[in-house]
């Protein structure tokens, strides 16, 4: 297993292509806006060495049998489930923020599945291939980001019916060693300080879009892939200050990029599907399970942090011990826990898939997302509900140090006597980066969007069976007998 | 010398502040006659488990048979016995002492 520093040399030895405000970088690792998201990412790594974290965050390979990140392991079993979920929520809460190497960590449990359903099925390699590459991910401790969501075009088309073809990520040439690709995938979480990227198709596809039904494993730094880093709120503030940043040591999301892939050649032993149209809907299906699962122990460890930030904000300006505070807080933790009920519970139910591993259920891990598109955002507006105006108000890290201005900010800024400015200054600026903006979309957005959760949760609904139990007790039509 | 392992539960949402019972017990083991050891270096006399609630994921039966006794903390609770957070290091110090005193007479 790497450490933290082990883990960004290894990012030192790549040279990928990022670009951000129109330059190319020339060190990931050193530059400024990218350094939180590092640090974020390096305590997935480090938490697995501290003996307080070590049970979640390590596991024994069930390949190997040796001891490895648990962020490299495919679950073996219900207890692996609620694991990760445990795991998520005590990474949530040291780094306050999105450490990015979940996104990878599911898809590779999801390909893991399906590699072994296409053999099953077309007699083809695909599950050994990825054995393969699971084996080298566990014994180098890899940050594999997942790259599943194409631009998309126009929504309405088929990926083969688009008018520019790289709107989803397809195969342009097919060769002895290898597939050529072309294409882009949208929103990568972690994507500019991974090792690699596995990519995956983003929607269930028919034998027209044979084609775009493809999924690999490409190094970062692999000839023709090309990050774009998006943009986040504030996000100049990690260049030009520290405690406007309010989390200056692990940032305020994840920091996702747009993958270009410009013609890249991915040698074989690195494809998992190709052209095997009817299993990209389950590959899509089984990640966004596996990544729904998540968010009520992330979002939650998260929420648990802001919690208390809210109540330290609340007590440096007097008002911790209003009734209406409190019962706001109590509704922050209800909401916040009511997520993580829900990351349990589709745990607890999760079941074995033909090839062994484990999946979380899959109504209740879109119930899960579903929530947390709602609660995250009633957490955040019950603390800024509690935090007030100055949320929005607060005066720069610049003027609090100012000759000028300085003293009027620190002796009107200031709220209780006990605490200083500074200090209610910092837990401003913490709630800012925590609830407004970028964060509040990650938590709309990241998994799919509310929409395509719905979407799963008719589909798994059964609503014929719950016709037949209303059916029952209103007496109507044939009455099925109980076996008594 | 005594040897005692701690094993932890992964301190995902505890209750109790796991990290500094951890560190107090390495504070004091000098005191009770004792070097803490991993776990998996084998012939261990006392296995202290720390779990930061009741639900007590460190307690498990792989981790117990790996030591002449243990002493288990989940959340407020030692030994069965609710404790509160203040009291808990005196009484897993006390705890501790029992064990190594009775290690002594057999």
């Known amino acids: 297993m790497k450490t933290g520093n082990q883990y960004r040399e290894s990012l030192r030895k790549l040279n990928p292509q990022v670009y951000l405000m129109g330059e190319k970088i020339a060190s990931v690792v050193d530059h400024p806006a990218f350094v939180p998201h590092i640090n974020a990412a390096a305590l997935t790594y480090d938490m697995a060495w501290a003996p307080e974290f070590e049970a979640l965050l390590t596991t024994k390979s069930h390949l190997t049998g040796e001891k490895i990140n648990r962020y490299t392991h495919i679950h073996q079993s219900h207890d692996d489930l609620i694991a990760k979920v445990k795991m998520l929520r005590a990474l949530g809460q040291q780094v306050g923020s999105c450490f990015q190497r979940c996104v990878g960590h599911d898809g590779m449990n999801a390909v893991y599945s399906v590699t072994y359903d296409i053999d099953q099925k077309k007699g083809t390699q695909y599950h050994k291939r990825f054995l393969d590459f699971l084996k080298r991910v566990q014994k180098d401790d890899l940050m594999i980001s997942g790259a599943m969501t194409d631009p998309k075009g126009d929504r309405s088309l088929s990926p083969s019916k688009q008018k520019d073809p790289d709107s989803y990520v397809h195969v342009i040439e097919k060769r002895k060693d290898g597939i050529v690709v072309n294409g882009a995938k949208a929103h990568i979480t972690g994507g500019i300080n991974s090792h690699g990227h596995l990519v995956m198709p983003t929607i269930g596809m028919k034998a027209e879009d044979a084609d775009y039904a493809v999924c690999f494993y490409v190094p970062v730094d692999a000839p023709g892939v090309i990050h774009v880093f998006g943009r986040q709120t504030n996000d100049d503030r990690k260049c030009s200050c520290t405690m406007d940043q309010g989390n200056p040591e692990y940032g305020i999301v994840g920091g996702e990029a747009l993958v270009v892939l410009e013609k890249v050649f991915v040698p074989w032993e690195h494809v998992f599907m190709c052209g095997e149209y009817e299993f990209a809907g389950d590959l899509v299906e089984r990640f966004a399970t596996a990544h729904r699962q998540n968010y009520g122990g992330c979002k939650t460890g998260v929420s648990d942090a802001l919690v208390g930030a809210t109540l330290l904000l609340a007590e440096s300006q007097g008002s911790e011990k209003a009734a209406h505070v409190r019962e706001k807080l109590v509704e922050m933790v209800h909401l916040g826990e009511t997520l993580y009920a829900c990351s349990i519970a589709c745990s607890c139910q999760g079941y074995a898939m033909p090839a062994g591993n484990f999946m979380a259920d899959p109504l209740l891990a879109n119930v899960t997302k579903l929530n947390v598109t709602r609660n995250v955002y009633e957490i955040s507006r019950l603390a800024h509900d509690i935090a007030g105006g100055v949320l929005a108000t607060t005066p720069s890290e610049a003027d609090l140090r100012s000759p000028c201005v300085g003293k009027y900010v620190s002796k009107y800024l200031k709220g209780v006597d006990t605490v200083p400015a500074e200090t209610r200054i910092k837990l401003v600026r913490l709630l800012e980066g925590m609830t407004c903006g970028t964060a509040l979309v990650e938590a709309l957005h990241g998994a799919g969007s509310p929409q395509a959760q719905r979407i799963m949760i008719g589909r798994q609904a059964n609503l014929e069976r719950k016709k037949r139990l209303a059916q029952k007790l209103a007496k109507i039509g044939d009455q099925p007998k109980l076996v008594c | ?106």
């Open chain 2, 1 to 106: 010398m005594h040897r005692v392992a701690v094993k932890y539960c992964g301190s995902c949402n505890p209750q109790v502040d796991l990290s500094r019972l951890g560190a107090e017990l390495a504070g004091m083991a000098t005191e009770l006659g004792a070097a803490i050891v991993p776990l998996e270096q084998g012939d261990i006399d006392l296995v202290v488990i720390l779990c930061g609630c009741p639900r007590a994921c460190g307690n498990k039966s792989e981790v117990k048979a790996r030591a002449r006794r243990f002493v288990l903390v989940a959340g407020h609770c030692l030994d069965g016995k609710p404790v509160s957070e203040e009291k808990l290091v005196l009484s897993l110090r006390q705890h501790c002492l029992t064990f190594i005193d009775a290690a002594k007479d057999t």
